[in-house]
């Protein structure tokens, strides 16, 4: 058999058209009409052209060359005028943006109140492009101590490949702040509430810091950390008060379920945006379509859902303040909160994460209340928080169990207790805590290994031979 003849073989027979004709799909196999059609349909009846049938696709359908001769142009405008971020260009390819991320990527910029937004697959590679766009060889870099542990050791690795140091400050010290500013400073880092102590910074009085020192030091830039009070829980968009740049991990509080990995960088500063897009189309790290839809079209409720958090974390602090087992409880709805004056002033919402130490427990005591309080299956024993069921955990296992002991009581963070409020009832959360407290000194550690291990039967996580589902 001829190749030709082989190739041609399930076609059906073509009318006659003449030479150079251009083929009509009409005339060709039903597999590719069927295809091809269902591509159109969809196109026609979501005006938008994705070649896919059933939904979003890496491509669009282009038409030709001209459209992609504009979109070079206008990404190249934008790069060069500095006025807007191409990260709203109409999508071309996934990795630069889809359509769902177009519509995610308006809402935070109505939320943040920003001129350029790039979203990301999680809230950490917002930090960390970001970073990589601002952080100059042999430069330095000011953190508050309390920042999240991984965005720490980013930077300070970061740092070290470049020739640069970074240096920590104490959480809302604004005078401690000041006086580690150089002019080698390229990047001051904070978050509006830490996390676990809860400390509030001082936003507009770190800016008016910032912009004093930016008249001898124009490359200095503010990133702001928003993740744990959210766009919702300030009393006005903080790049209004004069932020460089806002990074928050929206798997949190503007997920609030528990589902979707992201995260995103809001800006008024163009330029730099456009570099984290160039940046963001080399290395990856783009939100895909699918996470996008999904987490757009639950952005309304998962504001209502964080603020019934806020309000029952407020309840479940005051009931820990009061409790004669709790020796500290940090909430910034507390009244006695060191930053009491500052939530006052600039913010509306407390935040869901509430942490506490214990009278008389040391780490491995505490370590035991929380396997103790988890025994009610209530409060989960899990990382994270602003998901729908609460969650706790033992600070020091979770979060700084490689960080030498004396470094953690430097940092205040020691014998503590996470709690992330979830949308259970506030009455039935306390019961929990409640029993926890009263009885966890009386039960072993050989009972909570039996409760463990009967609950990981009860849930078939562990199969009849003993050993544990993948």
């Not at 509030?200 to 910032?210: F, K, T």
Request: hydrophobic share 35%; aromatic share 6%.
């Amino acid at each position: 058999m001829k190749t030709s003849d082989r190739v041609h073989r399930h076609r059906p027979v073509a009318v006659e058209r003449p030479i150079g004709g251009m083929p009509e799909r009409e005339m060709m196999t039903a597999a590719t009409r069927k295809l091809h059609e269902a591509v159109d349909a969809r196109i026609r009846r979501h005006r938008c052209a994705f070649l896919h049938p059933h939904g979003e696709s890496v491509p669009t359908d282009l038409l030709g060359s001209q459209t992609m001769v504009d979109w070079q142009e206008e990404k190249a405008r934008r790069s060069f005028l500095g006025e807007a971020c191409w990260s709203s260009l109409p999508p071309v390819y996934a990795r630069y943006g889809s359509r769902s991320s177009q519509r995610l990527l308006a809402r935070v910029k109505n939320l943040e109140n920003a001129t350029s937004v790039v979203l990301t697959d999680s809230g950490m590679q917002a930090c960390a492009l970001l970073m990589d766009v601002l952080f100059e060889p042999h430069t330095e870099a000011v953190v508050a101590r309390g920042s999240y542990n991984k965005t720490k050791t980013y930077l300070k690795r970061l740092a070290e490949r470049q020739g640069g140091q970074v240096r920590l400050v104490e959480e809302a010290s604004q005078l401690e702040l000041e006086r580690a500013l150089t002019d080698k400073t390229r990047i001051v880092f904070v978050e509006t509430y830490s996390n676990p102590l809860m400390r509030a910074v001082d936003v507009p009085g770190l800016v008016e810091r910032i912009a004093g020192a930016r008249k001898g030091n124009p490359g200095l830039h503010l990133i702001v950390d928003n993740t744990i009070a959210t766009p919702w829980g300030t009393k006005a968009p903080l790049l209004d008060w004069g932020v460089d740049f806002v990074v928050a991990s929206g798997t949190k509080a503007l997920d609030g379920r528990d589902r979707n990995l992201w995260g995103y960088i809001a800006s008024h500063r163009a330029r730099e945006m456009n570099d984290v897009m160039d940046l963001q189309a080399m290395r990856g790290g783009i939100l895909d379509w699918r996470r996008a839809e999904d987490i757009e079209s639950e952005l309304d409720e998962a504001r209502g859902r964080f603020e019934r958090r806020c309000e029952a974390a407020t309840e479940v602090a005051a009931f820990l303040e009061r409790h004669p087992q709790v020796s500290e409880v940090h909430h910034p709805s507390l009244p006695n909160h060191r930053d009491a004056a500052i939530v006052r002033r600039d913010y509306r919402l407390p935040g869901s994460l509430v942490s506490f130490r214990l009278h008389d427990a040391d780490e491995s005591s505490t370590r035991h209340f929380c396997d103790v309080l988890a025994m009610t299956r209530v409060p989960r024993y899990a990382l994270s928080f602003d998901g729908l069921v609460t969650k706790v955990n033992h600070h020091r296992t979770v979060s700084e169990y490689f960080t030498p002991e004396k470094e953690v009581r430097d940092m205040g963070v020691d014998r503590l207790v996470r709690l992330g409020i979830g949308l259970e009832a506030t009455d039935d959360l306390i019961d929990c805590l409640e029993w926890a407290l009263l009885n966890f000194r009386q039960i072993s550690a050989e009972r909570v290994a039996s409760f463990q291990s009967e609950r990981r039967r009860e849930l078939r996580l562990i199969d009849r031979e003993g050993e544990e589902d993948p």
